[in-house]
């Protein structure tokens, strides 16, 4: 019997190597035959050729295409949860949906039903998920590495930050605050591209559909390898949906070259600030303004509480401010004349408590600058709404808001999973991403679509749907 298993064990192990063996000869044929059908050698016929890029695309194709289910976990995202003992406060409000709004709410945050982050495109109307897009996110990290300013992420801390709806019913997201970014089709969480590229923060496009978000810069403090070793310089990276790189634009350049070095290092005279700019927002004005031209950047820097109007075309920064915000976030374009942000409103944006607020009772608050009149002007509509008895939100570090074209207004209260939506002059409804009945799950960078913006999405991912291969 002792005889008949071990000659049993032998067999296994030759039938064992003798597939290994036959997979790995597969394997450098097939990489023979694929280098030489993509670089046109002549040893293959056109149909060929074609067949047999194919074949190699199915490993890819196999591996970016896992279904969600493939993608389950038994265990509790804990890095991304909030214990509502703590986190909650007595006068949040649980008002969602809300069948006055006919806009939809595009989420990034914790889901409970797949144990991690995902995206979801909600009808607010009726708070029903008409699409949900579940990254593989082991697969997504085994295409991030370490950077210099940014270690890699863990799986347990994964988000899909800023999602952002792409023409074709595609969408777009960064794996985490700062990391890669990644495009997904609606097509069973199919992963269509891992960008090749270090990118950080917001995701916008410009008025040629190019990508344009936040990065680093590694060559301009050349000449000086204390700067150049020790200094991040945020940088604006531009590149098309296919992840070709067009220019990457070093912001510590752009100050310096427009004079304004003393915002730059004029505040380390008590200590070196690594990370002196803290890019955290590009918006791009999609049409000329009475004091802005189609094409220009606004710029959100964190770590110097100014905004910056940016010419690219002339390399001239045309306007900036520092204050009366502080450690804002989310600065955009509203209309030709108007442009806004969310004011964090604290002295330290670090992930922390209360006492990152000068006041225990500060909250959030959300500017406008007014161009209206030639002279900026700025002011705060909204505080009001804010500050009332189920409002008040403070976000120490993160934070998203929308001013709508009806005069409303959208914020997200990262930092503890609530977002928020007022008319002109009410709160129209509050929701907690709740995981279950003791904990929140956070959420990051959510955005909300006007109808027009989210009826017009889900048609695209309706028709984009009809070319999804059959499973």
């Known amino acids: 019997?002792?005889?008949?298993?071990?000659?049993?064990?032998?067999?296994?192990?030759?039938?064992?190597?003798?597939?290994?063996?036959?997979?790995?000869?597969?394997?450098?044929?097939?990489?023979?035959?694929?280098?030489?059908?993509?670089?046109?050698?002549?040893?293959?016929?056109?149909?060929?050729?074609?067949?047999?890029?194919?074949?190699?695309?199915?490993?890819?194709?196999?591996?970016?295409?896992?279904?969600?289910?493939?993608?389950?976990?038994?265990?509790?995202?804990?890095?991304?949860?909030?214990?509502?003992?703590?986190?909650?406060?007595?006068?949040?409000?649980?008002?969602?949906?809300?069948?006055?709004?006919?806009?939809?709410?595009?989420?990034?945050?914790?889901?409970?039903?797949?144990?991690h982050s995902n995206i979801r495109l909600i009808r607010i109307s009726d708070g029903e998920v008409l699409q949900a897009w579940n990254p593989n996110w082991q697969y997504i990290l085994t295409k991030v590495s370490e950077k210099k300013f940014a270690s890699k992420p863990a799986l347990g801390n994964m988000t899909p930050n800023h999602p952002l709806p792409l023409p074709n019913g595609e969408i777009i997201f960064l794996a985490g605050s700062g990391s890669q970014l990644v495009k997904m089709t609606p097509c069973?969480?199919?992963?269509?591209?891992?960008?090749?590229?270090?990118?950080?923060?917001?995701?916008?496009?410009?008025?040629?559909?190019?990508?344009?978000?936040?990065?680093?810069?590694?060559?301009?403090?050349?000449?000086?390898?204390?700067?150049?070793?020790?200094?991040?310089?945020?940088?604006?990276?531009?590149?098309?949906?296919?992840?070709?790189?067009?220019?990457?634009?070093?912001?510590?350049?752009m100050l310096i070259d427009n004079g304004s070095e003393s915002l730059l290092f004029g505040?380390?005279?008590?200590?070196?600030?690594?990370?002196?700019?803290?890019?955290?927002?590009?918006?791009?004005?999609?049409?000329?303004?009475?004091f802005w031209l189609k094409g220009d950047y606004l710029i959100s820097a964190r770590n110097l509480s100014s905004i910056f109007l940016y010419r690219p075309s002339t390399n001239k920064i045309i306007w900036h401010q520092s204050g009366p915000w502080k450690n804002q976030h989310s600065a955009q374009f509203i209309d030709d004349h108007r442009i806004g942000l969310l004011d964090n409103n604290v002295y330290l944006a670090a992930r922390g408590g209360e006492y990152s607020f000068a006041n225990k009772s500060d909250v959030n608050r959300v500017f406008i600058v007014n161009f209206?009149?030639?002279?900026?002007?700025?002011?705060?509509?909204?505080?009001?709404?804010?500050?009332?008895?189920?409002?008040?939100?403070?976000?120490?570090?993160?934070?998203?808001?929308?001013?709508?074209?009806n005069g409303g207004l959208f914020i997200e209260e990262t930092q503890y999973g609530r977002h928020l939506r007022f008319t002109k002059d009410r709160l129209l409804w509050s929701r907690i991403n709740d995981y279950d009945e003791t904990r929140v799950g956070l959420v990051s960078w959510s955005r909300y679509l006007t109808k027009v913006e989210g009826d017009e999405f889900w048609r695209q991912i309706q028709e984009s749907k009809k070319s999804c291969p059959i499973n």
């Open 372 to 405: 209206s009149t030639g002279n900026s002007q700025t002011s705060e509509p909204f505080k009001e709404l804010l500050e009332s008895e189920h409002a008040k939100p403070q976000t120490i570090y993160g934070g998203l808001i929308r001013v709508l074209p």
């Open 1 to 115: 019997m002792k005889n008949k298993r071990v000659e049993k064990l032998i067999f296994g192990l030759w039938i064992i190597l003798a597939l290994s063996s036959v997979g790995f000869i597969g394997l450098v044929v097939g990489a023979w035959s694929a280098r030489h059908a993509a670089t046109d050698t002549g040893r293959f016929s056109k149909s060929q050729s074609g067949f047999i890029l194919g074949l190699s695309t199915i490993p890819g194709k196999i591996l970016t295409s896992v279904d969600a289910s493939e993608n389950l976990t038994t265990e509790d995202p804990l890095p991304l949860l909030l214990d509502k003992e703590v986190a909650e406060k007595p006068y949040w409000l649980r008002q969602f949906p809300s069948s006055e709004d006919d806009g939809y709410l595009l989420l990034s945050g914790v889901d409970p039903q797949y144990k």
């Open 188 to 253: 069973k969480n199919q992963i269509e591209k891992v960008f090749d590229a270090f990118a950080h923060h917001s995701i916008e496009l410009d008025n040629s559909n190019n990508i344009i978000t936040g990065s680093v810069a590694e060559d301009y403090f050349v000449d000086n390898s204390f700067l150049r070793d020790n200094i991040r310089d945020d940088s604006i990276l531009k590149l098309t949906l296919d992840g070709k790189i067009i220019e990457n634009l070093s912001l510590s350049k």
């Open 267 to 290: 505040h380390m005279g008590s200590g070196f600030e690594p990370d002196p700019i803290h890019l955290n927002q590009v918006s791009v004005a999609k049409s000329d303004g009475n």
